[in-house]
């Protein structure tokens, strides 16, 4: 059963640049055809795509936050990690990691909330 | 890119069925596979529906997704509604990138 796990600080302050690590187990992350994916969820909001990283190590961001993202992976660990730059208050939210098999999730993490406050 | 739309929320008695109706804006709605995510408060998303009308295992059979060409839009359908289907649904689909629907929240009363 693989399994994903979001790590990072809670409190970011504002310009500053938000930091996640999801660390992936019962799977290799260089295991073939997955995209391994940073959703985030706005307070009492939907689902916002971030963006994936492909296992060969090509990037796909929201266009609307590309300026901004950075996907990365480290394999030696079996993470990946989120670098979103400039935050304001409304980059506040639940932040996801995701497994994505096809164009879908098929396992999630269980969700870390994100704070942007001086 | 386009975007999915669906109502922001339905209601209905336990017992019956409801259908969540997520519409494309741009392209074929075939041209990708829609997916459909149930998330309880405080929790997760989990899939329901994936590639438009499969089933994860676990999923029971009350839960079933189709979508139709001539109004370009994708469906949930909950049979036999039990209160914990009360929850709200995203449906997703993608072309170069990942598109969410706003969601739906579905209240069994």
């Known amino acids: 059963q693989v399994q994903l796990q979001e790590s990072g600080p809670g409190l970011v302050k504002p310009s500053q640049t938000l930091s996640l690590t999801c660390t992936v187990s019962?799977?290799?992350?260089?295991?073939?055809?997955?995209?391994w994916s940073w959703i985030r969820q706005h307070p009492g909001k939907g689902l916002e795509w971030i963006g994936y990283?492909?296992?060969?190590?090509?990037?796909y961001y929201n266009p609307s936050l590309k300026s901004r993202v950075t996907i990365s992976v480290d394999t030696s660990k079996n993470q990946f990690s989120l670098k979103l730059s400039s935050v304001t208050a409304a980059d506040t939210a639940v932040y996801y990691c995701?497994?994505?098999?096809?164009?879908?999730?098929?396992?999630w993490g269980q969700g870390t909330l994100v704070t942007v406050s001086s | 890119n386009f975007m999915l739309t669906q109502p922001h929320s339905v209601s209905e008695s336990p017992g019956k069925t409801v259908t969540i109706s997520c519409t494309r804006s741009?392209?074929?709605?075939?041209?990708?596979?829609v997916q459909w995510y149930q998330q309880r408060p405080g929790s997760s998303p989990t899939t329901v529906i994936y590639?438009?009308?499969?089933?994860p295992s676990g999923v029971p059979d009350r839960f079933s997704g189709s979508i139709d060409s001539s109004s370009n839009s994708a469906s949930l359908t909950i049979s036999g509604l039990k209160t914990e289907d009360e929850a709200d649904y995203y449906c997703?689909?993608?072309?170069?990138?990942?598109?969410f629907g706003g969601g739906t929240k579905l209240t069994v009363l």
């Open positions: 995701a497994r994505g098999a096809g164009g879908a999730v098929d396992y």
């Open positions: 019962g799977g290799s992350i260089s295991s073939g055809g997955y995209y």
């Open positions: 990283i492909y296992y060969s190590g090509s990037t």
């Open positions: 741009s392209g074929s709605i075939a041209s990708n596979y």
């Open positions: 590639e438009d009308n499969q089933r």
């Open positions: 997703q689909s993608y072309d170069s990138t990942w598109v």
